[in-house]
């Protein structure tokens, strides 16, 4: 009994050191390849409370522009229950649906959002067929010129907006049509279609997005799309800015240069270094690819393995039984990126990693609902101060702002919290 509560204790404290980034699970990295990596602390203060008793749905996209202003996507929203905000004499009044598309200042205050709710379920098939955004959104990002790009993965579309929302400007893909021949009407994982992922105009339930600011290496134009098309394809597929096909690469499998072919989202993110490669989330196969711009593999980054792989060399058995570890990744904001961040949803961990080595620093988080924990961490964006927001999905639905401490234990608005 009293080794029992040893145990108990022993793992309470390991969980707290993770959560508080300050314990790394890999002993093993040399301190001499371990730079000083930046501290976090939960912001207990972000965001600020949302208007009209709004409840936000699934946060399946979170990404950052100019201003560092936040911008969330949401999907899959809860509606009819109960609240009792200040000032209304503690009478229930019912919450309502936050619009899909939510833009916060610095301060955690909303400033913009827009978008109908009720026309943006989560993934639900040939939902929301009216809606202009995609059906089962997923994946945000703002690109050089602030336009904020929304993918889909209940549908087979990529689209460009205004800064403000108010004018859609360009769609990659046709609504409800994905590439998985030959009538090109079911949306889903093409793995066993050896017609599918190959479309040169269709998409199939895109994951992510990433706009190049540089020239292209090819057409040497700038605004060059790179989208994940991972939920129902297994590729990178890239455009010029007028929505024309350029290249792509990757196929359904789980060999260098291939995607995880099982059903959720490989590749699911795709992120754009300055050090002009491109990073792509394999996620079931717990690692992260790493390529050159013409879709050439440079480098193999693994996060936890076996947490979602099972059956192969390295995981013979059966995996932990969730969705993987690589589920997006950002980078620490000096010119250099020393720093890469992996959301592992399938752990609850945002990992800290050494860029150039590839190898894992530290953690924080842990399985939960109290300020810090997650429940289906899903995607993260750190501005230029090194702050970092994660958004949730499922049943986390919530978007996290954790502050970057200077030496002194303060955070970017001069508050201790060391």
């Known amino acids: 009994m009293k080794a029992r509560r040893y145990l108990y204790a022993a793992a309470i404290l390991i969980a707290v050191a993770v959560a508080a980034g300050i314990w790394s699970p890999f002993p093993n990295v040399a301190k001499a390849d371990r730079p000083h990596a930046a501290r976090f602390a939960v912001d207990p203060f972000y965001p600020k409370p949302l208007p009209d008793n709004w409840v936000t749905g699934e946060v399946a996209g979170t990404c950052l522009d100019s201003r560092d202003h936040l911008f969330i996507v949401t999907r899959g929203f809860q509606t009819g229950g109960l609240v009792s905000p200040e000032g209304v004499g503690g009478r229930p009044t019912p919450s309502k649906a936050s619009p899909p598309v939510i833009e916060f200042d610095r301060d955690g205050k909303v400033v913009n959002f827009w978008g109908d709710p009720s026309l943006v379920p989560a993934g639900q098939p040939n939902a929301g067929q009216n809606a202009v955004l995609p059906n089962g959104i997923h994946g945000c990002f703002v690109d050089y010129q602030d336009n904020v790009w929304i993918g889909g993965n209940g549908d087979g579309v990529v689209q460009k907006y205004s800064h403000d929302g108010k004018t859609l400007l360009l769609q990659i893909g046709t609504k409800f049509m994905c590439d998985n021949p030959p009538d090109n009407t079911t949306c889903g994982n093409s793995g066993s279609n050896p017609l ?49 096909w350029l290249r792509q690469w990757g196929s359904s499998g789980t060999g260098d240069g291939q995607f995880q072919p099982g059903d959720g989202g490989h590749p699911h993110c795709v992120v754009l270094g300055n050090d002009g490669l491109v990073y792509t989330c394999d996620r079931g196969s717990d690692r992260i690819q790493v390529f050159d711009k013409l879709g ?117 608005h001069g508050r201790f919290r060391d």
């Not at 060059?224 to 394809?233: E, R």
């Not at 961990?349 to 924080?364: C, D, M, Q």
């Not at 995607?379 to 639905?397: C, H, M, P, Q």
Request: with cysteine; proline share 5%.
């Open 196 to 244: 599918a992922n190959m479309s040169k105009t269709l998409l199939n339930e895109p994951a992510d997005i990433a706009v190049d600011p540089d020239p292209d290496p090819v057409t040497h134009e700038r605004g060059s799309v790179y989208i994940a098309d991972g939920y129902g394809n297994h590729r990178i597929v890239v455009f010029d800015s007028r929505g024309n």
């Open 296 to 412: 050439n593999l440079k480098r193999i980054i693994p996060v936890v393995p076996c947490t979602g792989a099972s059956g192969t060399a390295v995981c013979p058995g059966t995996g932990l039984g969730t969705a993987g570890s690589a589920w997006d990744v950002d980078f620490s904001p000096e010119g250099q990126q020393t720093f890469m961040y992996d959301a592992d949803g399938g752990n609850e961990v945002v990992w800290t990693f050494n860029r150039s080595l590839g190898k894992i620093l530290s953690g924080f988080g842990r399985p939960g609902h109290m300020a810090g924990d997650f429940t289906f961490l899903h995607t993260l964006a750190v501005d230029s101060k090194g702050n970092l927001y994660t958004g949730e999905t499922i049943n986390g639905r919530r978007v996290q702002k954790f502050s970057t401490l200077d030496d002194n234990g303060y955070d970017d």
